[in-house]
């Protein structure tokens, strides 16, 4: 493990969002994993999606512990809230001149006290309402119609404000004194942008196909209807993936299946590779024979295609 943090600092803290201290010692990453209760497979999911900047499918979505993983974005969330946004906020009070109203100054701190409600209404929404559904789904219970697939079409990146926020500086602010910890609490900012833009990430593109996988495993069990042909749980679809294949099999690209599900790249890649790791079927044709057959798509649609 303390090679694992030499050699990569950006996870250090990832691992304190795991609950896990410093002073490892010469053990390993499973060691430390095991003595803190954290799930060794989730840990390095979450490892290996960070390492790579959050760029590609995360790895072994279907063996990540949702139960881990959510205490991991509780985690995440504190620190944002608590911590390294009111940081910011008390470095840019001692490198802004915010004296007079109206000044170009005040008006940067305005924006970012904007932005600190934004993402604490964000943070909190997803904390009562997301996290709380899926503790329900981790009890075995699905309430509701509610479902992880309309999380993540109205999930939007935090993250969009704070570049604005570092070019306004950039451009617009000249400091008369004190460029020493203008450039400080700049430097933060970078750090700040670049570890939401992560976090938001990794719920896209690992907690929620995760979730999704719950969520197929507790309707099958509250169905109780184990019939002779009944699809087995790890070949049923979920609903955000039937509109993958119904995008896929109409003609659409990775990148327009994107926009149009307003969803990132990476999630509509990480839900390719589980479409086809329960079907088992890895071409278009194949994809478009499935989708006619299990009524996802109809013949017309794709004659006017």
Known sequence: MCDV???EPSLLQ??????????????TVRQVCEAHGVDTLTFLSVANFIRRDARGAADSIENVSVACLTSYLKQAHSYFLDFQLPAIRRKLLEALDCSQPGEVSYLILKFYDDYMSEVRKHMQHENRKVFGYVE???????MGDYSISQFARGHNSIDVKLQELKNIIIKYYAPTEQA????????????CETDLRIHCQVEDDIFVPAVEILEEKVSVQQNDAPAEEEKRPEDTLSER??????CVVCGLSNKQIAEQLFISLNTVLTHRKNIAR????????GLTIYAIVNKIVNIDELQNK
């Open 5 to 7: 943090i030499c050699d």
């Open 14 to 27: 990832m691992i304190s969002r795991f609950g896990i201290p410093l002073g490892v010692g010469d053990q």
């Open 136 to 142: 329900q789904l981790l009890q075995g219970r699905r």
């Open 180 to 191: 020493e910890l203008l450039n400080n609490v700049l430097f933060d900012i970078f750090t």
């Open 241 to 246: 993936e039937r509109e993958i294949v119904h």
């Open 278 to 285: 329960k079907l088992n079927i890895h071409s278009v044709a």
